[in-house]
Structure formats: structure tokens, C-alpha cells
């Protein structure tokens, strides 16, 4: 195992882990809430980069279905030195394909690299929060967020515009596929349908105690628990990470790709890099080095 200054290759979930200075980076990126993001990659993956479902395509830190993760990356990839991945990416009959297998191949791996995960789902939650915001009429917290992370932006919407004249509405009922699919979410044990309010309920008990396993103060769902970044690294992109490991090992040609990319903060905090796309040939580089490490 290789650390510098506080990133290490194994997958800690304490605040000196790389998981959790992922986290961190992208909450600062993106203005969405660090114990909401903490919280959902407990509920998701344990704090795991590598876990993958056995009964669906959702891999990574974030549980990222197939489809999900290429329309969030064709979104929002550019922005993050991948543009290489989103002008791979076309809409087509409504999924999201990829022409090049091997490519397709190496955007999905990208689910298993923590920058890029908890950037894009933090950009999704972001998506959702404006969302949810223009149609409920207040601002989204960190519960409803998650419930559009479980209903979809639309079905969430659909579920605070009820529950908000009707609190007491048999969530089944509004919802019969999803209650189907996840039973212990809409029925207690006794078989009776739980209302929008206890389901509710239930979502926020569940985050609160997602990010006290994580290792925050659950009453208060911030950057808590004495958790600095480092000077400089919110302006480091996922993109950014592959071209300070391209960098040693230009240096040192005997270093392999792994304690590079471990090595990667400690070069980001001598010299901070600004954020714009790199060139095609450094962006190759970077998902061809993500694609190895993810295996």
C-alpha cells in the first residue's frame, strides 16, 4: 500500500481515506451536501469503490446502473477533462449507447475510480435538487434527495407534491411498480402499506444512520468531524488526478500506475492545477490507466 499526505490506495472510510477526501472534493465542487453524499455511499456500497450487484449492472462507490452512469457522464463529463467519454456517448431511441465496445467498456470502468464517482453522483444530485426545487417550492434537503436517488427526479417530485396536502397516503398507492419491487419499503411487517410520511421518515433515519457508520455526527449532515482538504485540492479534476500520474511516471518510468495515482495529492498540494479539459492524448491516457486500476 502506497500513502502520500492522506491519499492511500486501499479504501479507507475514516477522513484521512481516499474515499472519503473523493467525497469531500466533490462536495466542495459541487455545493451538494458532504454527509448526504457520505451517507448515500454507505447505503449504496459500504464505502466500496468496487462493489458490484449481483442482480443488476450497478457498480462502483455510488451503485451506478449501466444507464445511468453514461447519461450522467454525457452530461456532465465534459466539464471534468472527459469529453473523450461524453462525445462517445449518443442517445438512441432512448438509452445511451456507445459504438466502440472496448470504449463503452473503459466509461463503465470509470465507476470504480472515487473521483469520478462521487463527482458525477454529486452532479446528479445536484440535477435533482434543481429539479425537485422548481416543482416543490422550498429548498430540497439531503432525504429528498435520496428519495429522487430511489424514485427517480419525476417520482420524488410526484411523492413530496403528494405527501405535502396528503401526508397520510398509502405510499403503494401512489407508487405500485416501485412498491412491488421493494416491498419492506412500502409495508410494515404486518403487511400494511406505509404511508408517504413513515416512508419518508424511514429515508431520513436511513441517511442518518448511513453517515454515522460512515463516521459523522448524524444530527448535523455537513463537513463535520474535524475534516479538512487539503490547500488546493478542490480544484483538482478527476481528469487532473491521470495527468499528475502521468507525471511521476515520466519521472520515474519504474513506477507503476497504481502508486502514481497514489501519489497524486501530494503533487496536486505542491502545485495546484486549473480546472480545464486536458489534451486528447493525456484524457486516453487517463481512462486506459482507470480502466487497469478498476480490475
Do not use: C
Not at 74 to 91: E, T, V
Not at 213 to 238: F, I, K, R
Not at 270 to 290: D, G, N, S, V
Amino acid at each position: 500500500m502506497s500513502a502520500f499526505d492522506g491519499l492511500t490506495t486501499n479504501f479507507t472510510t475514516g477522513s484521512s481515506g481516499r474515499v472519503t477526501q473523493a467525497i469531500a472534493t466533490a462536495s466542495r465542487r459541487t455545493g451538494v451536501d458532504f454527509g448526504y453524499l457520505m451517507g448515500q455511499a454507505q447505503i449504496e456500497s459500504a464505502m466500496n469503490p468496487n462493489a458490484r450487484a449481483q442482480t443488476s449492472s450497478a457498480t462502483g462507490l455510488y451503485q451506478f446502473l449501466d444507464q445511468s452512469w453514461l447519461a450522467v457522464v454525457n452530461d456532465h463529463g465534459a466539464k471534468y477533462g472527459m469529453g473523450w467519454a461524453s462525445d462517445a456517448i449518443q442517445k438512441t431511441g432512448g438509452r445511451y449507447v456507445v459504438s466502440d465496445p472496448a470504449v463503452r467498456q473503459q466509461i463503465l470502468d470509470l465507476r470504480n475510480h472515487p473521483e469520478t464517482a462521487s463527482v458525477m453522483a454529486a452532479e446528479l444530485a445536484s440535477d435533482n435538487r434543481n429539479y425537485l426545487e422548481e416543482r416543490i417550492g422550498r429548498p430540497a434537503d439531503a432525504t429528498d434527495l435520496y428519495l429522487a436517488h430511489f424514485l427517480g427526479a419525476g417520482g420524488a417530485a410526484k411523492f413530496l407534491q403528494t405527501m405535502a396536502y396528503a401526508p397520510d397516503a398509502s405510499g403503494a398507492s401512489l407508487f405500485p411498480s416501485a412498491a412491488r419491487a421493494n416491498p419492506t419499503i412500502f409495508y410494515d411487517r404486518q403487511g400494511n402499506a406505509r404511508s408517504l410520511a413513515d416512508i419518508r421518515d424511514s429515508f431520513s433515519r436511513k441517511l442518518t444512520n448511513g453517515a454515522q457508520t460512515a463516521g459523522l455526527n448524524g444530527s448535523d449532515l455537513n463537513l463535520t468531524d474535524g475534516y479538512q482538504l487539503p490547500a488546493g485540492s478542490q480544484m483538482v479534476a478527476p481528469a487532473d488526478y491521470m495527468r499528475i500520474a502521468q507525471t511521476q511516471m515520466t519521472q520515474d518510468p519504474q513506477l507503476s500506475g497504481e502508486d502514481a495515482l497514489a501519489g497524486q495529492q501530494m503533487l496536486a498540494n505542491q502545485q495546484p492545477y486549473p480546472e480545464f479539459a486536458p489534451r486528447a492524448e493525456t484524457a486516453r491516457l487517463a481512462y486506459l490507466m482507470l480502466a487497469t486500476l478498476g480490475r
